[in-house]
């Protein structure tokens, strides 16, 4: 069974871009969390999304928005970029509790 | 607010010895308690998990004890080996409000051949 997909692996933005990211699951997975991972905050909860609909949001501010597609694939968005979003961006899919994730997805907004 | 505790921040274990991580947690909602390995440029990767009903949980190598009055649990790693160096993060959430982890600050463990 294929594991979780990102992409892209690497991105380098400039300040007030915006970004998307990708994240295929799991086949048969359908809920797609998205955390973002830094040295100083170490891994921090994004959002979750379950059969297309957000089902937790982490605290992060409204630049930061996903959505899930009815294949369960899933996107996030970073709108107006700062410096402070470099960080690995990284997907889990799960069935049930266990989640699984993805290689991620490493920005530098410079 | 850092509900998952975790120490130590770094570990250093010579090979064939036994490591310990102990994380500790405030929300006593919590009801699943994973742990993830994590090589550099590669995401987390479960490792073991468990529940509050239990105790203690093998898996190879690995045991997870759990104490539920005191809010904590720990990874012990038996006969370390160079191939586990890497760094661990303990988490926790809550089965009955969807898939959102909440992690401890991570341990980067290095066991010396």
């Known amino acids: 069974k294929a594991g979780v997909t990102q992409t892209p692996r690497y991105l380098i933005k400039t300040r007030g871009q915006q970004v998307t990211l990708s994240c295929s699951p799991i086949?048969?997975?359908?809920?797609v969390s998205w955390y973002q991972q830094t040295p100083g905050q170490g891994l921090q909860f994004l959002f979750e999304?379950?059969?297309?609909?957000?089902?937790n949001k982490g605290n992060f501010p409204g630049r930061f928005s996903g959505r899930q597609f009815s294949n369960s694939r899933s996107e996030m968005n970073v709108s107006t970029l700062e410096l402070g979003d470099s960080a690995l961006y990284l997907c889990?899919?799960?069935?049930?509790?266990?989640?699984?994730f993805g290689p991620g997805t490493r920005l530098t907004v410079l | 607010q850092q509900q998952v505790k975790q120490s130590p921040q770094s570990l250093i274990v010579q090979k064939g010895g036994i490591s310990i991580i102990n994380c500790a947690y405030e929300?006593?909602?919590?009801?699943?308690f994973p742990w993830y390995q994590q090589f550099p440029g590669k995401g987390p990767a479960l490792l073991i998990a468990i529940r509050p009903d239990v105790s203690e949980k093998k898996e190879g190598r690995f045991t997870i004890s759990f104490n539920k009055s005191a809010k904590q649990f720990s990874l012990h790693i038996m006969d370390s080996q160079p191939g586990d160096s890497a760094t661990y993060f303990c988490a926790a959430s809550q089965r009955n409000a969807g898939n959102m982890l909440t992690f401890g600050g991570g341990t980067r463990l290095m066991v010396k051949p």
């Open positions: 889990a899919s799960s069935l049930l509790a266990e989640q699984f």
């Open positions: 929300n006593t909602a919590f009801d699943y």
């Open positions: 999304y379950f059969s297309e609909t957000q089902r």
């Open positions: 086949s048969g997975h359908r809920s």
